[in-house]
T-cell receptor, first 115, second 114 residues
Framework: GAGVSQSPRYKVAKRGQDVALRCDPISGHVSLFWYQQALGQGPEFLTYFQNEAQLDKSGLPSDRFFAERPEGSVSTLKIQRTQQEDSAVYLC?????????????FGPGTRLTVT | EDKVVQSPLSLVVHEGDTVTLNCSYEVTNFRSLLWYKQEKKAPTFLFMLTSSGIEKKSGRLSSILDKKELFSILNITATQTGDSAVYLCAVEDAGGTSYGKLTFGQGTILTVHP
């Protein structure tokens, strides 16, 4: 099973707690994307990594959101002081190359519920 | 700002019917349009379209792009219950440093009854 994996699959957090969501991309994939998918909506771009470099973080909704990929492989999305509006599925995707001509493979997502 | 609008938002059909899903878009620097199928978890890739008028086919699914009218359709013939899913359309913007950055539509929820 060499697909994209994410953990945890489900996370319930009390408002104000910090959470960390993990993404293990397919080995050798250069590009890694994080998306946020609210209920009944399509995924929305959060941030993009090319290897360890975070080249675009324009979609992060606030400074409470932080992402890293220190060794160019595993990535972590951290949300500080969670709010109810952060409740969503967080999807990670990876691709071999630098454009969508290289298929983006999505992980199963982490469903975050903030109570 | 890039924008993708899909219609209808939901569709209920019976097995054997043919369906057409629509996707219109606005994008500053178009690179590609993609269709994904999303069941209960990860979106799975269906098609990538870059050129107008060239139909892409995979079994009972086909898709075509009209870059003049900024529009794409996804056709599914002889639908089966296993086709029930959310179908997502996305466009890739060629500008900036974030190659592969996708803007998704809201999705079309397709339900196929036996």
């Amino acid at each position: 099973g060499a697909g994209v994996s994410q953990s945890p699959r489900y996370k319930v957090a009390k408002r104000g707690q910090d959470v960390a969501l993990r993404c293990d991309p397919i080995s050798g994939h250069v590009s890694l994307f994080w998306y946020q998918q609210a209920l009944g909506q399509g995924p929305e771009f959060l941030t993009y990594f090319q290897n360890e470099a975070q080249l675009d973080k324009s979609g992060l909704p606030s400074d409470r959101f932080f992402a890293e990929r220190p060794e160019g492989s595993v990535s972590t999305l951290k949300i500080q002081r969670t709010q109810q509006e952060d409740s969503a599925v967080y999807l990670c995707a990876s691709s071999y190359g630098l454009a969508a001509s290289y298929e983006q493979y999505f992980g199963p997502g982490t469903r975050l519920t903030v109570t | 700002e890039d924008k993708v609008v899909q219609s209808p938002l939901s569709l209920v059909v019976h097995e054997g019917d043919t369906v057409t899903l629509n996707c219109s878009y606005e994008v500053t620097n178009f690179r590609s349009l993609l269709w994904y199928k999303q069941e209960k978890k990860a979106p799975t890739f269906l098609f990538m379209l870059t050129s107008s008028g060239i139909e892409k086919k995979s079994g009972r699914l086909s898709s075509i792009l009209d870059k003049k009218e900024l529009f794409s359709i996804l056709n599914i013939t002889a639908t089966q219950t296993g086709d029930s899913a959310v179908y997502l359309c996305a466009v890739e913007d060629a500008g900036g440093t974030s190659y592969g950055k996708l803007t998704f539509g809201q999705g079309t929820i397709l339900t196929v009854h036996p």
